[in-house]
C-alpha cells in the first residue's frame, strides 16, 4: 500500500496527552491497560475496540515519543494520529473550537542560538529523522490521511503547521517567535514527538490533529474555553471513528 491510496486505516491508534481529550471514545472502552504488561509500568494504553486503541501519553514530547513507541512495539497499528487541544498562535485566524489538521508538526526548541538569532536544525547539521518525512525541524504529516479526515470532519477546519513547544507561549514576543520560527498557527506540545515515534517505528500514515481551546500570547489575555474544545473534540472523534469503521469495509 501507498500513502495515496485508501487503504483501511484499522486497526488505528491515537495518541493523546490527558484522558480528556479522548472522553467520547474511552466511554466506550471495555478495559484498561488491555496491552500492557503491567499496568504500573509505562504508559495506559486503551483498547476501545479491535479498531481503535487510545494510548493515555501524558503531557510534553518525552512522554509522547515513549507512550507511541511503546504501542506501536506492542501492535502494528495501520495508522497513527495525535489528537487533542491546541492553542491558537498570533500567525493565524485561527477561533476556539477550529479544528486544524497537520500538514507538518514542527519542534520549536530545536536548534542553535546563533547571534543572529535563533535558527533550526538545518543550520546546527545534525537531522531529526530521515527524508522524506523529516526536513529540519518540520516533520511531515500524512497528506492522503489528512484529505480523508478533512472530508470527514465538517466545517471549521484549517490545514498548516502545529509547533510542538517545550514551553507553551505566555507572553506576545514568545508566541511571535514561535510563529516566526515554525510557521506554525498553532502550538502543542506532543504532535513532533508522536510523529517522529510513528515514523521511526514504520508507520509513516500519521498525523496531528487539534481543536483550538485558547488563545496564546500575554497569558493575563488568554482566552480559554476547554469544555467548548472538548465537546468539539468528542465531535471530531466520532466522525473519526466513522471514518475507520467506513475504510473496514472498502
Not at 186 to 210: F, N, Q, S, T
Amino acid at each position: 500500500m501507498t500513502l495515496t491510496d485508501s487503504a483501511p486505516l484499522t486497526p488505528l491508534l491515537i495518541v493523546v496527552a490527558v484522558k480528556s481529550e479522548a472522553r467520547a471514545l474511552l466511554a466506550q472502552a471495555p478495559y484498561v491497560d488491555g496491552e500492557a504488561a503491567d499496568a504500573r509500568i509505562g504508559w495506559p494504553i486503551i483498547v476501545v475496540n479491535p479498531s481503535i486503541t487510545v494510548a493515555i501519553s501524558g503531557i510534553g514530547r518525552a512522554n509522547a515519543a515513549g507512550a507511541t513507541a511503546q504501542a506501536l512495539s506492542l501492535r502494528r497499528y495501520a495508522a497513527v494520529l495525535n489528537v487533542g487541544v491546541a492553542g491558537a498562535l498570533p500567525s493565524g485566524e485561527l477561533a476556539i473550537g477550529d479544528v486544524i489538521l497537520g500538514e507538518e508538526s514542527v519542534f520549536a526548541e530545536e536548534g542553535i542560538d546563533l547571534p543572529e538569532g535563533p535558527a533550526d536544525m538545518t543550520a546546527l547539521g545534525f537531522p531529526l529523522g530521515d527524508e522524506p518525512w523529516c526536513r529540519g525541524n518540520r516533520i511531515r504529516g500524512d497528506l492522503a490521511l489528512l484529505d480523508r479526515l478533512a472530508a470527514s470532519v465538517g466545517q471549521g477546519v484549517e490545514r498548516g503547521a502545529i509547533a510542538t513547544v517545550a514551553r507553551c507561549s505566555g507572553t506576545d514576543e514568545s508566541a511571535a517567535q514561535v510563529a516566526r520560527l515554525t510557521g506554525a498557527t498553532a502550538e502543542a506540545m506532543e504532535g513532533a514527538a508522536v510523529l517522529v515515534a510513528a515514523h521511526r517505528m514504520g508507520v509513516h500514515r500519521c498525523a496531528e490533529i487539534r481543536v483550538i481551546s485558547n488563545t496564546c500570547g500575554e497569558r493575563l489575555r488568554q482566552h480559554w474555553d476547554l469544555p467548548a474544545a472538548f465537546n468539539r473534540l468528542d465531535l471530531l472523534l466520532a466522525r473519526i471513528a466513522e471514518l475507520v469503521r467506513a475504510s473496514a469495509r472498502c
